[in-house]
């Protein structure tokens, strides 16, 4: 009887914490880029590709006019979707020449980073003279590390970068994503 009411326990507890585990899941909804200076830089393309009911992606590519460009800033904002899109967590500015060339950069500027780093070609320091590209970024590459290093409640949120060349705004890039 003791063995028995011993395994039930186990086997309750076990359930317990499979059941109450929470799992999340980034999936994107929408993509949008503007051009706020059209004499410097264009976007070729950009756009959410869904391929199928489970995997989507993003993929934009920048035309530079005016290269090589040497004083980059970048400045993006979380915000969560409430009545509205209101801020959430992060809003910030950073020098985008001197935090590539920084052997000790801001930690969240990094992790940001560090969801794109592995799709653009992004990745080296000032002066840019060439397309930007974000090639096919889909939501489970980086579904990790939204979830389980950093995590985040539940909701539809976005992510507003806007690319500042020699002090002057020049576009802007927007990606939707949820949590479930």
Same mark, same amino acid.
Not at 92 to 109: E, H, Q, V, W, Y
Not at 123 to 144: A, R
Not at 172 to 180: E, K, N, V
């Given at each position: 009887m003791a063995i028995k009411l011993k395994l039930c326990v186990a086997f309750q507890l076990i359930c317990i914490y499979y059941l109450t585990e929470v799992y999340s899941l980034v999936e994107f909804t929408n993509v949008q880029c503007e051009t706020l200076d *059209?004499?410097? /830089?264009?976007?070729?393309?950009?756009?959410?590709?869904?391929?199928?009911?489970?995997? *989507?992606?993003? /993929?934009l590519k920048v035309k530079l006019l005016k290269i090589p460009v040497t004083k980059i800033k970048v400045q993006f904002g979380l915000y969560k979707r409430l009545n509205g899109y209101k801020p959430f967590l992060y809003n910030m500015t950073l020098d985008g020449c001197r935090f590539l060339k920084s052997r000790n950069p801001n930690p969240i500027a990094l992790y940001f980073y560090n969801l794109f780093k592995d799709y653009s070609n992004i990745n080296h320091t000032c002066p840019y003279n060439h397309d930007l590209v974000l090639d096919e970024m889909s939501y489970h590459s980086i579904n990790y590390k939204l979830t389980e290093i950093l995590p985040f409640p539940e909701g539809n949120y976005k992510l507003e970068v806007h690319w500042i060349a020699y002090d002057i705004d020049r576009a802007i890039t927007t990606f939707y994503f949820a949590f479930s």
């Amino acid at each position: 009887m003791a063995i028995k009411l011993k395994l039930c326990v186990a086997f309750q507890l076990i359930c317990i914490y499979y059941l109450t585990e929470v799992y999340s899941l980034v999936e994107f909804t929408n993509v949008q880029c503007e051009t706020l200076d *059209k004499d410097f /830089s264009l976007f070729e393309y950009c756009y959410l590709q869904s391929v199928n009911r489970s995997y *989507k992606y993003v /993929s934009l590519k920048v035309k530079l006019l005016k290269i090589p460009v040497t004083k980059i800033k970048v400045q993006f904002g979380l915000y969560k979707r409430l009545n509205g899109y209101k801020p959430f967590l992060y809003n910030m500015t950073l020098d985008g020449c001197r935090f590539l060339k920084s052997r000790n950069p801001n930690p969240i500027a990094l992790y940001f980073y560090n969801l794109f780093k592995d799709y653009s070609n992004i990745n080296h320091t000032c002066p840019y003279n060439h397309d930007l590209v974000l090639d096919e970024m889909s939501y489970h590459s980086i579904n990790y590390k939204l979830t389980e290093i950093l995590p985040f409640p539940e909701g539809n949120y976005k992510l507003e970068v806007h690319w500042i060349a020699y002090d002057i705004d020049r576009a802007i890039t927007t990606f939707y994503f949820a949590f479930s």
